[in-house]
């Protein structure tokens, strides 16, 4: 094996997979000593044993319909939840078709049929045998599909999902009640996305839900270049609206995860580097007070890394996603891992929440293979998601580089 990272600080290397060479990856959950590790050009969910992290070793592989995608993946209650959309990478092969405008799913035809050449909606698991996941349910959408989902084992899960007749991807709340059979009990999305009512967006760039993070009675949405959306979800059947918070302009926009810290009254929110360094100004993980949900106000901004010159490395330079503080992992209100693309993941403490430092990090090395198809593709690294658990062990997926385990020390 070559050299394994390029630098490090407060974190040190445990283990390294390519995943049964599937190496690219997306979002990894952590359920009984196994890691579920959802791809975004090899298409389903590799199962992967972590219970020897110096030593992971792939075990299963999940496949989805051979045009659509399961980018992410959530486990509680010894079931796993995976998202089945159609795989927009087969169509838009610069990133720039696929960021810089709404998917205008509401012509969702053009892109096949649904069930034949592609499939749409959430795949339902029993993982209690870790290992051998064992199917036992379908939600089936009308449109295109779910694109990231959130569950920590309640009654409800809440995802964005690319319905027919909307722009792109909006808000929904699934009923989780029988997990064998999960159903859509509401759905809402910002004004001018409901095409097939006639209505018309006028917010400029690609406007659609990325995720929600729910905390309490809140659901707080990243909506790409709509910003960042509260929703007073009390009321499961009617999600209402609360406030859009956006910043662009003057900065660039691209709102793709939001961590909210309600014991300080706080929400951390990533803007993802979606191009080329040299193609798009630097984007930014702001710091935003909530204890006014109705006027949420950003106060710092988080310490973009410097130490290397990652605008020369090339590629993506810029967040990409937070850990999210699932209850069955990492939890802190001061301290942040991010993932920073080309710089690798980060880890900031925010006990001055109008400070952020930046206190530890980890850069992967260049991928060994390379598994994404896209044409003139920078061949460097691009840490992709992030999850911490308990013990300090942390779990990064890349889009080509495999999964790697790091122990965080500071």
Known sequence: MSKLFDAAKNIEFVGRTDQGGRADGIQCMIHRGHAYVSHVFSGGVSVIDVRDPRHPRPVNFLPTHPRSWSVHCQTANDILLVVEEFNFYSVYVDESEYYGHSIEGVHSSKFGKRGDDYSAGMRVYDVSDPANPRAIGFMEVEGLGLHRIWWTGGDYAYASALLDGYTDHVFIIIDMHDPARPRIVSQWALPGMHAA????????????????????????????????????????SAPKFISRTSWSPPYPSGTHSALPLLDRGLCVVADEATLDRDQEEQ??????????????????????????DYVAKGGHFGPHNLHENRPEGFQSSDIVFATYQNAGVRVFDIRDQFRPAEIGYFVPSAPEQWVDPRPARHQVIHTCDVNVQKDGLIYITDYNAGLYILQWKG
Do not use: C
Not at 206 to 226: M, N, Q, T
């Open 197 to 236: 009512d006639g209505e018309t967006m006028t917010l400029p760039g690609r406007v659609a839900l990325h995720h929600a993070l729910v905390a309490g009675d809140i659901a707080y949405g990243a909506w790409r270049d709509g910003g960042l959306v509260l929703l007073d979800i009390a009321d499961k």
């Open 283 to 308: 984007k930014y993980t702001w710091m935003v007070d909530i204890r006014a949900p109705e006027n949420p106000v950003t106060i710092a901004t988080f310490p973009t890394p410097s130490d290397q």
